[in-house]
């Protein structure tokens, strides 16, 4: 892995799980880094912390506006922040749909929009988007999220194309299931939260959850110079779970 010296990153959603692990996965490898989350509280130091929500335009526009000004510039965006969703279609009503897509989709827009102008400033700009396996697995009882994440998939790749350019690389990671907060929040919702875990390891190809900090190193990798012949395409970090085509047994 490079060095991280003189780069400066931000990462939305990075209070907690993957963006988490990798806003400090980027700051020990010697980036500077700026977190933008709705409660950046457990954020410390050397790490930068900014309160925006993603849906908020404005909010959106004042953090980035106030990291890059402490940052002295950017040169890497990690577009993290999301937000879930169960069921089929006929589980989500109108509402659910526009919430989470305006999270997943319209936030990473939003994001991406307000830091474009200072990426092009930059000698190795670089955007890393979290998607998901999710975007292109047929997973049950996942239709909104998985849409959401087709969505960040198909805008990448639009991303790319439109900037590639102007020397700014977009690509992004899909994750399998990862051992973060969020996971943990559906795992203890379970009657019998750690039969359910115990369960869900068994499905994995590993036989284990995926390590947020293991995200954070293919966004880092996707982040840095060494990945620099690289636009417009999508790491998975999933474990085996697509590339290995098994099913649960
Ligand atoms: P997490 O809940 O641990 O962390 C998400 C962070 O995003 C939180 O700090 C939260 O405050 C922040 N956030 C949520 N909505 C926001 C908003 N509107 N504005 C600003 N910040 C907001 O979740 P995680 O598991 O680390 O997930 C991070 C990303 O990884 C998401 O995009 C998720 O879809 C994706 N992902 C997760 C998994 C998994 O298994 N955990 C798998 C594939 C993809």
Redesign the pocket.
Known sequence: MSDFEGIRALV??????????TAELLAERGAQVAV?????S?VDKPLLAYR?????DAS?REAVAAAVADLGGLDVLV??????AQGTVEDNSDDDWHRVY???VV?MVRTTRACLPHLRASAHASIVN?????ATAGLPQRAL?SA??GA?YALTLAMAADHVREGIRVNC?????????????LLDAAPDPAAERAALQARQPTGR??G?DE?AGAIAYLASPLSGATTGTSLAV?GGMQGLRLRPV
């Open positions: 939305t959603g990075g209070a907690s799980g993957i963006g988490r692990a933008l989350d709705l409660d950046p457990p925006a929500d993603v849906t908020d959106v577009n993290n922040a999301g937000t879930g305006d999270v997943n936030g979290t998607c998901s396996i999710a999220y959401t994440k960040v990671v899909n994750p399998g299931t990862v051992d973060t907060p969020w996971v943990g929040r959850l995926v947020a995200v999933d």
